[in-house]
């Protein structure tokens, strides 16, 4: 039942925000990688696109392995790109807001916000993998 909810969100997502945001990040990413030294930004880039465009069934997890190259990395990502990227996530919550179904999903575009503010020292994965790390079952 659950693999049902994720697909229904995730194709209303599609059609309500994620091409959008996709097309956003994925311009971010193709500008990013003309430069050599901004490859990593680009890179980055493009994670969170394959991750915008489909999101429920997966979560955003810190690494804790981030230290000052990530930190560095974090303020030029958020002066060049993080905090336009942002507004566009808050411009999409706000359209998805407009109707009653679509509050879960603008809840969920805030709750981007932060990853597409600060993409370093984050991993994305599966769901039921991050709950696995996060709170691990005594054996």
């Known amino acids: 039942m659950r693999s049902v909810l994720v697909l229904v969100l995730n194709i209303i997502w599609l059609l309500t925000a994620g091409w959008a945001l996709f097309l ?50 974090n303020v030029i990502w958020f002066v060049i790109a993080g905090w336009w990227l942002a507004l566009g996530h808050v411009g999409t919550a706000i359209a998805q807001a407009v109707t009653i179904i679509g509050i879960p999903l603008a809840w969920a575009n805030i709750k981007l916000i932060p990853v597409t503010c600060f993409p370093f020292g984050k991993e994305i994965m599966g769901s039921d993998s991050a709950r696995a790390r996060m709170f691990p079952t005594a054996r």
């Open 24 to 73: 956003g990040y994925l311009l971010a990413g193709v500008l990013a990688c003309l430069l050599i030294v901004t490859i990593p930004f680009g890179i980055a880039s493009f994670r969170i696109a394959g991750f915008v465009i489909w999101p429920f069934g997966r979560e955003v997890v810190d690494t804790r392995r981030g230290g000052a190259g990530s930190a560095l990395g």
